[in-house]
């Protein structure tokens, strides 16, 4: 006899199918057998295959009426004494099978004193060894981890060479799992060292370096803003060369000026420490357990506008390859509608023009001034709001863990630009993100072009975006496409070498589109595609790009109606 059923297990369906096969095929080899069970003793096994039972049960065709009470009775003991099951109490002790009633009634005499629950146990399962049944309660280890075990009952003998069937069969299937547990950890690491790797290599190689010995780099960029006035390069020159006290101290004749661009520059640290907090945060939850929670978050305001504002990132993302603040640019569209941020002058009542009253399209480089600036009765004094904008909430995981995966991919697409598209962007003196929201899978299917066909999965349940960046080419779509398709991890669970900013961006889609640890390794993920996309250019017309194209969860909210007497409740679509 030889089971054939037991294969690559990687779902809650495929493992919940291989054992009803498995039990079924017991059932028809031995006609006695009229019940058996697989208990999932190890805890892990119960996250690896979120949502399975602790123990499945499988009755034969033939299982009788009488012996279909007895299991609905412990079933019900179980649920109200989980603690106290047959497992614990050969545990208990020091045994690894029940065979007969005698060793059913010696566990449970051992262990009464410690689990009075135990006596219970034993007064629910004792009529299984009671004729005309006969049972076999087994357990199956893993070196010295108890994994399975496993409960069979007959009407009649339990055949020895049933016995040794079962527990070779279930050995296999704990050493199964087990390797899988151990793939599951050593993703998880690789996971949390690739993060943790590219963090230092972006923040503490290129961002940090620019904070430290070069700040004054970003005041000099800013102070070009449209909102600004004046020139102000030879203050700012005594400010690199004397630093903010001295500056302070000895040019009393511009201390306004100084306070503006200190509170400028001040105010882009702080959001920069806040975004590099956040962070840590979203690598610490990467490296242990992905949340199944998160809330609501406007797409624009949650998403895109902080990242859009994170002026200290922006302009040192690029700054060793001498790309800075102000060349970087977003053309942000929600549906077919473009997002810009604006301001909108104060009317001068005494001498009103038209132009006066112009909203002021504002760049990145404008966001610093605007998000910077600060009156001295509190609120922004150059306050900025979207334009052409459509909420769109949508559900982000862990609250705001999944906005840094966003950024986390963000990240990656304006610096693999940078670094592989530099002659172009120096050329041209301008970088040019587009990040395009969809409502529906049809409206993003109408926009790309993927001669494979479009591999995201197709729900009403998902919005899908697309970011590209103006300086990459389009022709290298199927290319970087398969490269973000590798395994993080081989088999063997050693980390696939190379490619560590696209396996980030795999990693952080998987968290974004609410996908579990494992489908990190997916060779053909059905939350991220690099395809060919048509995106809309500053001037209104329509390029083709290289487009990053990403799933996130809808966010739905419930209403809860109390209705009263004498009430009419309608509903409509």
Known sequence: MEFKFWGRISSVEQLKKALQEWAEFIFRQYSGVVYINVGFILEDILSLYYGIEKFLGFRSPRCPGQLGKIIASINDFMRKYPDACLYRLVQSCGFFQIPDLNRLEEVTI??????YEHTLCYQCCEPLWRDPFESYYMTVYYERVFVLDSLVVCEGKVPPVLVDYIKSDLQYLAGYLMYRLAIRYALRSAV???MARNMSHLLGSHIEPGIQNDLISLVRTVSNSQLLNGNVQNLINNVAQQGWPSAFRWLT???EVLRDLYQIQQKALDRYALYRQRRMDFIARVATDWPAW???FDFYINFVRPFIANSVLLHFVGYSDGVHLDWLDFDVYIGGSKVTEQYTPPQDTEQHT???SQPIVLSPLDMAVSWGLVKSEGGARYPSRPDGYTPVTVWSRGGDMAIQAFHVILENIIRNSIKHCLPSIKSNKKLRIGIRLFQTYQELSGAVKCPEGLRLKASDDLVYVVISSDADCPNMAKELDQKICEPVIKETGEREPGNWGM???KIAAAFLGNRGLEEVNNPNPDFVQICKVQMPKEN???????????TLPRFYYVGILEQGAGDVVSASA
């Open 192 to 194: 949390a060292a690739i």
């Open 294 to 296: 998160g809330a609501g």
């Open 540 to 550: 209104g017309q329509v390029v083709e790009q290289l487009g990053y194209c990403l």
């Open 354 to 356: 038209p132009q006066q």
């Open 253 to 255: 004749n511009q201390h």
């Open 503 to 505: 396996k980030e961006i």
């Open 110 to 115: 051992r262990s009464r004193e410690a689990r």
